[in-house]
């Protein structure tokens, strides 16, 4: 079946102590993208990826990092989480850019204490 | 920064009526329009999309009707069903490639039986 996993999906944790949220899809799709959820804010890009080669900071990047090192795989790094992060996490996934049909994982649901 | 406005934030009809949802984006090379529905406790799903060389995109019930002059883009749900309850995004790519995609807040609509 095709599809966007994440993992965890929901997550408690504490200020300051690392995290990684894994997204990964089996389309071999080029494009991933990382987007948080927050009420009254839409969704909000933090990261994409155009392809293996080449990542890219969104619209709120500040405070998290990523990863492409195989092109099924996107991970996303929270080094040192503060309470401001918590939110709703949603990968996404297309074939070749953010113009075509985004396929969203299940979303991941992060409390930072 | 570039940015995408949606309004009404919430909007409650009658089934059979229509409805009807707009955008307005700020960045001139936006090229790609698309519109996704967030069920309760769900991932968001595109339902429609406009590329900026078309002015209109119907697709049975919904279309979607885009002015670049005035840089807007509306969703026109007509016969709404309660089925038809969710959030909806609409969305603009940034500038006419790479991988930026700016949504806006989100509109709860709601179709009362």
């Known amino acids: 079946e095709a599809q966007v996993t994440q993992n965890p999906r929901y997550l408690i944790t504490v200020t300051g102590k690392k995290l990684t949220v894994t997204c990964s899809q089996n389309?071999?799709?080029?494009?991933m993208s990382w987007y948080r959820q927050d009420p009254g804010l839409g969704l909000r890009q933090i990261y994409y990826?155009?392809?293996?080669?080449?990542?890219d900071k969104g619209d709120v990047p500040e405070g998290y990092k990523v990863s492409r090192k195989e092109k099924r795989n996107f991970p996303l790094i929270l080094e040192s989480p503060s309470p401001n992060q918590t939110s709703l996490y949603f990968c996404?996934?297309?074939?070749?850019?953010?113009?075509?049909?985004?396929?969203f994982g299940p979303g991941t649901r992060l409390l930072v204490l | 920064g570039e940015n995408v406005e949606q309004h009404p934030s919430t909007l409650s009809v009658q089934e059979g009526d229509s409805a009807v949802i707009k955008c307005t984006y700020s960045?001139?090379?936006?090229?790609?329009f698309p519109w996704y529905k967030q069920e309760l406790g769900k991932r968001p799903q595109l339902i429609i999309d406009i590329r900026s060389n078309v002015g209109e995109k119907k697709d049975q019930r919904i279309a979607v009707t885009l002015n670049k002059t005035a840089k807007h883009f509306s969703l026109h749900i007509t016969e709404t069903q309660p089925e038809d309850s969710a959030v909806y995004f609409c969305?603009?790519?940034?500038?006419?490639?790479?991988?930026?995609?700016?949504f806006g807040q989100g509109t709860e609509l709601s179709v009362k039986p």
């Open positions: 996404a996934s297309s074939p070749d850019s953010p113009r075509e049909t985004q396929y």
């Open positions: 960045d001139s090379a936006s090229n790609y």
């Open positions: 389309m071999n799709h080029e494009y």
């Open positions: 969305a603009a790519s940034i500038g006419n490639q790479g991988g930026k995609l700016i």
């Open positions: 990826s155009m392809n293996v080669e080449v990542t």
